[in-house]
């Protein structure tokens, strides 16, 4: 089946500009995941979305970040007045359920503001 | 808090040859689960192998084990045979559950190279 989709899958931007990445889940999984990764570092969690549920927004670095999922189906992950420092690959994780023992990550967004 | 030490930022290996990736990590929780996750040059985060704190025995999956000691809070990954489709970026991650959320919390990664 299909895997977890995202949207561009690089994108190019100038330093001020609002940006605008897409996370398409595997269908059927509730629990969705952002992650950012800057260069030659590991992962940091952005945001958790479970199902109806308020989201977890704890890793959030700024208010300039926010994101969004419609019920159990896409997301977008939306960066404004973009900084140089949000360069970076912005990477999208879904799994079947709270709990379940594995996410299944999508190639993700590399994103580079000039 | 939680956290992931990757003490080897790169490592390199002999074809067919085995190595060993080292991970400690922090926490206060009795059950937990840590994974090893590979990232080759295309991005995409593939899973390797996990393992459940309240289990003792190590996990295994074919060419990949663990080295799981609880005591110490360390996580070792241990690539047996080794190819030189292994050769990628690995990390190993810790998945903290609080109240309704759940993440991953990773290392910072062993570049492994694979020596024809």
């Known amino acids: 089946g299909a895997g977890v989709s995202q949207s561009p899958s690089n994108k190019v931007t100038e330093k001020g500009k609002d940006v605008e990445l897409r996370c398409d889940p595997i269908?059927?999984?509730?629990?969705l995941y952002w992650y950012r990764q800057r260069l030659g570092q590991g992962l940091e969690f952005l945001i958790y979305?479970?199902?109806?549920?308020?989201?977890?927004k704890s890793g959030l670095p700024s208010d300039r970040f926010s994101a969004e999922r419609t019920g159990e189906s896409v997301s977008t992950l939306t960066i404004q007045r973009t900084q140089q420092e949000d360069s970076a690959v912005y990477l999208c994780a879904s799994s079947p359920s709270h709990g379940y023992n594995e996410q299944f990550f999508g190639p993700g967004t590399r994103l580079t503001v000039l | 808090a939680q956290t992931v030490t990757q003490s080897q930022p790169e490592m390199s290996v002999q074809e067919a040859e085995t190595v060993t990736l080292s991970c400690t990590y922090d926490t206060s929780e009795s059950d937990y689960y840590l994974f090893w996750y590979k990232q080759p040059p295309s991005r995409q985060m593939i899973l390797v192998i996990r393992?459940?704190?309240?289990?003792?025995q190590n996990a295994t999956e074919n060419r990949f084990s663990v080295n799981f000691q609880k005591a110490a809070k360390s996580f070792s990954l241990k690539i047996s045979d080794s190819q030189l489709g292994d050769a990628a970026m690995y990390f190993c991650a810790y998945r903290r559950t609080q109240g309704g959320s759940e993440k991953l919390v990773f290392g910072k990664g062993t570049k492994l190279t694979v020596n024809p």
């Open positions: 393992q459940e704190a309240y289990k003792q």
């Open positions: 979305f479970q199902g109806n549920s308020a989201p977890d």
């Open positions: 269908s059927g999984h509730t629990a």
